[in-house]
Nanobody
Framework: QVQLVESGGGLVQAGGSLRLSCAASGRTVNGYAMGWFRQAPGKEREFVATISWLGGTTYYADSVKGRFSISRDNAKNTVYLQMNSLKPEDTAVYYC?????????????????WGQGTQVTVSS
């Protein structure tokens, strides 16, 4: 079973940047797509970004496209989410997820491992 631990969340002013990290242990995530999802208070969890296992394919939610960037370092078993130009509506708990397959997906059902989440709060 893989364990995923997110870090890098915090409080930032609108327009600022944060870099989230997701470290995997227990089992390698090499060979599997990885994703980031988020859940704002009172809302359902939503897709943010995904990356294929070799990193050649990425997809983003329209709401973060052009501002967020997902990447991975397979040697370190770590996935990153660089978040720039943050907005108050980006405030949420951000979750890292391990895909069940090597290809990307925007659907939660395509992921079979989840971290505990890290809080991101963007003040206006």
């Amino acid at each position: 079973q893989v364990q995923l631990v997110e870090s890098g969340g915090g409080l930032v002013q609108a327009g600022g940047s944060l870099r989230l990290s997701c470290a995997a242990s227990g089992r390698t995530v090499n060979g599997y797509a990885m994703g980031w999802f988020r859940q704002a208070p009172g809302k359902e969890r939503e897709f943010v970004a995904t990356i294929s296992w070799l990193g050649g394919t990425t997809y983003y939610a329209d709401s973060v496209k052009g501002r967020f960037s997902i990447s991975r370092d397979n040697a370190k078993n770590t996935v990153y989410l660089q978040m720039n130009s943050l907005k108050p509506e980006d405030t949420a708990v951000y979750y890292c997820a391990k895909g069940a397959y090597g290809y990307t997906s925007k659907n939660e059902g395509s992921y079979n491992g989840w971290g505990q989440g890290t809080q991101v709060t963007v003040s206006s």
